[in-house]
């Protein structure tokens, strides 16, 4: 399709990582609007889905700079990352990385993009302006999770083989500290006053027992294990309170966290393989990816009821909302 859309509310953008999308929706309508296919026209009749059974380019990751309004993903079978123009919905360049690029980190002070590459060990950095890779950075073993520091100071990287976690300045960008994280750090994300760091791991003794590291920014040291579901993979903050939500893919399921008290205080049961999660501006909303049945989920915020079970592209991993 890849038509120009209304400017009417928000928009969910997923990541369909088997079958080369983007799908949107209305975030009011829960309606799906559009679907952005990351090859060109001179591509359509190569790597179409009705034609090829297997993706070309397999967007893992998705982010949105809500100062461009564009979108990035990082494609993990081509080693590359796609920049979209969301006001007419065209592909705007598509830029190698690295190899198995995985999350993405976007720096709107620095004019920035970060990405990680899984398989080469590395940090990319993306100018935003021109889309030029100005540098290649080394951090540990198998690097997933990337996420900026409220004050716009930190990038962290969580590195899953070296059970650590990568801590660079965004002025000078370059390395500026380790953190010791022995659960193997997946994903993860800072508070919203930046003092504490949270990742998604895995137990050292059950590989299937997830566990929440709750890391201090002070000490740069890992000081509690909250044990979640099986395979946590994403994290959301809730915006006005004191609660973090991890999807866990293995057990199906989602964790509510109380951040105050470091204690799990509910579990949202999802028929199927969750992945992503984002929260809608107003905070009454849910989006859950479910890879095995291709399907976005709307929950309420207020009981955590489904409102409505949204059919996208093939492998709906990550998502963001513009």
Do not use: W
Not at 1 to 22: F, H, L
Not at 58 to 86: E, M, Q, W
Not at 283 to 297: M, P
């Amino acid at each position: 399709m890849n038509m120009p859309m209304d400017t009417k509310g928000d928009r969910i953008y997923v990541a369909n990582t088997g079958e080369d999308s983007i799908s949107v929706i209305d975030e009011n309508t829960l309606e799906p609007v559009d679907k952005i296919f990351l090859y060109d026209d001179d591509r359509k009749s190569a790597v179409s889905p009705a034609t090829c059974c297997m993706p070309v380019f397999g967007p893992h990751s998705i982010k949105a700079d809500v100062k461009t309004k564009r979108l990035y993903t990082a494609n993990c079978y081509d080693n590359s990352v796609s920049i979209i123009d969301t006001k007419e919905n065209r592909i705007l360049d598509r830029v190698l990385a690295g190899s198995f690029p995985h999350s993405i980190a976007i720096d709107n002070v620095g004019n920035h993009v970060y990405i990680t590459n899984q398989d080469s060990d590395s940090l990319c950095v993306l100018r935003g302006d021109n889309f030029k890779v100005v540098a290649y950075i080394p951090v540990g073993c198998m690097p997933q999770g990337v996420c900026i520091s409220p004050d716009n100071k930190l990038i962290a990287v969580a590195n899953v083989y070296s059970n650590d976690i990568t801590i660079l300045s965004t002025g000078k960008v370059e390395v500026s500290g380790r953190i010791s994280a022995p659960y193997n750090p997946s994903q993860l994300i800072f508070s919203r006053d930046g003092s504490t760091l949270y990742s998604t791991g895995v137990d050292d003794e059950n590989s299937k027992k997830g566990v929440i590291m709750v890391i201090d920014m002070n000490k740069a040291r890992v000081v509690k294990r909250i044990p979640v579901g099986q395979v946590p993979i994403q994290l959301c903050l809730h915006p006005n309170k004191n609660i973090l939500y991890v999807t866990n893919t293995g057990s199906g399921d989602i964790c509510v966290m109380d951040t105050h008290k470091d204690k799990i205080i509910d579990r949202i049961r999802v028929n199927g393989m969750v992945h992503g999660i984002v929260i809608n501006k107003q905070a009454t909303r849910l989006f859950v990816s479910n890879i095995q049945h291709d399907r976005i989920i709307a929950l309420s915020t207020a009981d955590y009821t489904v409102q409505r079970s949204i059919g996208v592209g093939k492998e709906p991993h990550s998502l963001c909302i513009l």
